[in-house]
């Protein structure tokens, strides 16, 4: 019976994931499919370029809610099973990144991919609900390396970085399960798949720099003729 349950709260886990509020926001907003804007993704960042700072922050923060509920879905149903609570919000992440309720179809209506997000939002609620003060650690990192860098797919990715070594820290000294730490490793693995597009560009020096950050200032300064790459409008953006 446990068996039957566990996959039904995984599959319950990726339902939410895919519950897609970028898209519902800035469709009630503007009226417009943010898949058709910018990177295309539904995450907090395009939403904030297809409506606006409100927009953008509503969806992150409901991005970041859908993670921490799976964990508590988890931990309710099934309080014994550790490993579930740790899955739930893996599975949350993959239904972000590839969402069965916003799929995109050809011509002919036949679907052709699953879109979405790149889970950033999602795995930092996956860390909240594993151990709720996380949040008052990984949000200033997250927010160090983005206004000191200022490159948001290097910002998702530190998320599940420090998600990880703080988990491990956490378990060396025995206050939390070893096995928490391959939320975080697992979180980072699928985090990286989803921006490939954006590693790419990263490596050859095209990838969108925000201008408030100090790298995006010092650049500027620079090179003052083209300052960050502001004509870039490929797949560039994360959520």
């Known amino acids: 019976m446990q068996i039957v349950i566990s996959i039904g709260v995984l599959l319950l886990s990726y339902l939410i994931g895919s519950v897609s509020f970028g898209w519902l926001i800035v469709k009630l907003k503007t009226g417009k499919d943010i898949r058709a804007i910018e990177s295309g993704r539904t995450g907090g960042t395009n939403a904030m370029r297809a409506a606006g700072f409100g927009a953008g922050l509503l969806t992150a923060l409901m991005d970041i809610l859908k993670g921490v509920i799976t964990v508590w879905v988890a931990k309710i149903l099934l309080p014994e099973i550790h490993l579930i609570h740790v899955l739930a919000p893996v599975a ?19 679907i052709v991919r699953l879109s ?17 003060p996380s949040i008052f650690i990984i949000f200033p990192l997250g927010a160090l390396v983005f206004f000191t860098v200022g490159i948001a797919s290097i910002t998702t990715m530190s998320v599940a970085f420090f998600t990880t070594v703080l988990f ?15 939320y975080g490793i697992l979180a980072e693995i699928l985090l990286i798949w989803a921006l490939r597009p954006n590693l790419q560009k990263l490596f050859s020096g095209k990838e969108r720099i925000v201008k408030q950050s100090l790298y995006g200032w010092i650049k500027s300064k620079r090179d003052p003729h083209q300052p960050n790459h ?10």
């Open 230 to 239: 502001k004509k870039t409008t490929q797949k560039d953006s994360q959520a």
């Open 116 to 132: 979405g997000g790149a889970g950033g939002a999602p795995a930092v609620g996956g860390a909240i609900g594993l151990w709720g």
């Open 168 to 182: 491990a820290v956490r378990a060396w000294l025995g206050l939390m399960p070893w096995i928490d730490v391959a």
């Open 92 to 110: 949350a992440i993959i239904g972000h990144n590839y969402s069965i309720f916003v799929p995109e179809r050809n011509e002919q209506g036949r």
